[in-house]
């Protein structure tokens, strides 16, 4: 995130007063994004994977969400602050909803539980830039 960081110094746009609670919002949706995709794969490929329907879509869901409000974060222009906030609180009940599925699997399916975490450490820094 440094060289992400490096480049908003010279945007005109350079959202110094949220910066830190911003850049920690990017790296926990990409963080979140990455491992809900990789454990999508994993609940997949698992030996009855219809008994983990729930996690299985609440993985994808939360997925994309991540991307989305990554993407929406990155764009420090013309960002409408309702539709910003709107994002957020999306992505957070997306994560949390994603938790609790994992959470219900985590002790059977080990990979449940870094996405589970993942989801958290999301949730929680959506909440926070959505609070500044």
């Known amino acids: 995130m440094k060289d992400l960081e490096h ?8 959202p110094e007063k949220n910066r ?13 994004a990455v491992l809900c995709g990789a454990c999508n794969d994993a609940c ?9 329907r729930g996690c299985i879509r609440a993985t994808a ?6 991307l989305a409000t990554l993407r929406i974060l990155l764009r420090l222009s013309a960002t409408h ?3 910003l906030r709107s994002q957020l609180r999306t992505c957070q009940t997306a994560c949390e909803i ?13 990979h449940c539980h870094v996405c589970e975490e993942a989801c958290k450490r999301c ?8 609070s500044c």
């Not at 480049?7 to 350079?14: E, N, T």
């Open 98 to 110: 994603c938790a609790a599925e994992c959470d219900r699997l985590h002790s059977t399916h080990p």
């Open 81 to 83: 602050a309702e539709l």
């Open 7 to 14: 480049l908003w110094k010279s945007h005109p746009l350079d």
């Open 61 to 66: 869901d939360c997925a994309d969400i991540c």
């Open 123 to 130: 949730s929680q820094a959506c909440w926070e830039l959505a």
């Open 44 to 52: 997949i490929a698992e030996n009855d994977p219809a008994s983990i």
């Open 20 to 32: 830190a609670p911003l850049l920690a919002c990017i790296e926990a949706c990409s963080a979140c």
